[in-house]
Every structure is written in C-alpha cells, then in structure tokens.
C-alpha cells in the first residue's frame, strides 16, 4: 500500500511539473504580451493620423471646395498632431522594452525615423493652419508627405508586429 501511495505522489508530483513546465511560455511571449497593447494602440494611432490626412486632402481637392475653412483645417491638423504624438509614444515605451532585441530595435528605428518625418510636414501643416487664408495646395502637399511618411512606419510596424507574433487576435481564455 505505501509503495502504491508513493507512487502515486511521484506521479502526482511529475504531473504538477509537466503542467507548470508546459505552461511557461517561450522566451518571446513576454515581450509578446507586452507588446500587444501598445503595438495594437500605435497602429490604429498612425492609421487614424493618416486617415485624417487623407480626408483633409479629399476635402482641398473637391472641386466645390472654393475656400478652405480655418476651423475644418485646424481640427485636421490638431487631429493629425494628436494620433502622431501617441504613435510616438507608444514606440517609445515599446523601445524601453525590447531590451536587447536588436530585430526590433532596427524596426523601432525605421519607424522613430518615419513618424519623425511625418511629425515634421505636419508642423509645416499647422503653420500653414494658422493663416487667415489657408493655402489648399500647399497644405494637401504637406498631407501627401504625411501619408507618405505614416505608410511607411506603417508597413514596417507591421513587420515588426508579425514578427512578434503579434498579427493575430489573442486566444479567447475558456
């Protein structure tokens, strides 16, 4: 009887082992958990920023568009501002967190080095935002070097989010 309880209790204990083994995770899940709010949140930021800027080009470029107005102009450019800033500040957060990982080091710089361009035509959109008369052209081209610049850090975030693993929606917990 005591070597059938001391077996069970073996088997118990390399029961408990196994499952404690096989629910540590691989040595990219932290980084992956970490990453997966921030990374989710940046993309939808520099999408909505480009998103803004493509409406405000579609809005200059209507023909019936005679004149921008001031208030649809500064609301585009405050917008655009807002979506740049938190795309920024999720990349800084993923950046302290990466520690050594030098794949995405690279990522986060390529796209630190995009999101750093678009940032700098949008100061130039919101000069131009803040003159009595807003120059249309001149401001859709500063919004087509936006897109340019956000669809770039786009690409390569997700680049980097695929190489994550996270690409995909998390598991549902049961």
Not at 22 to 36: F, I, V, W
Not at 55 to 78: C, G, I, L, N, Q
Not at 111 to 122: F, G, P, T, V
Not at 126 to 154: H, N, P, R, V, W
Request: hydrophobic share 35%.
């Amino acid at each position: 009887m005591q070597k059938f309880i001391a077996f069970g209790l073996v088997g118990l204990a390399t029961l408990l082992f196994v499952n404690s083994a096989s629910a540590q995770s691989d040595a990219t899940s932290k980084m992956r958990g970490e990453y997966n709010f921030r990374g989710g949140s940046a993309s939808r930021s520099m999408r909505n920023a480009r998103e803004y800027s493509h409406a405000y080009r579609e809005y200059v470029r209507t023909p019936e568009v005679e004149k921008v107005e001031p208030e649809v102009a500064k609301e585009t450019a405050d917008a655009i501002d807002q979506y740049i800033v938190k795309s920024q500040k999720h990349m800084a957060w993923m950046r302290k967190h990466a520690g050594g990982d030098k794949a995405t080091l690279a990522s986060l710089d390529v796209i630190d080095k995009n999101l750093e361009a678009a940032a700098k035509s949008h100061k130039e959109l919101q000069e131009m935002c803040e003159k009595a008369e807003i120059d249309g052209k001149g401001t859709a081209t500063c919004c087509d070097t936006i897109d340019e610049s956000l669809s770039a850090a786009i690409a390569e975030h997700d680049k980097l989010m695929k190489r994550l693993g996270l690409d995909k929606p998390a598991p549902k917990k049961k």
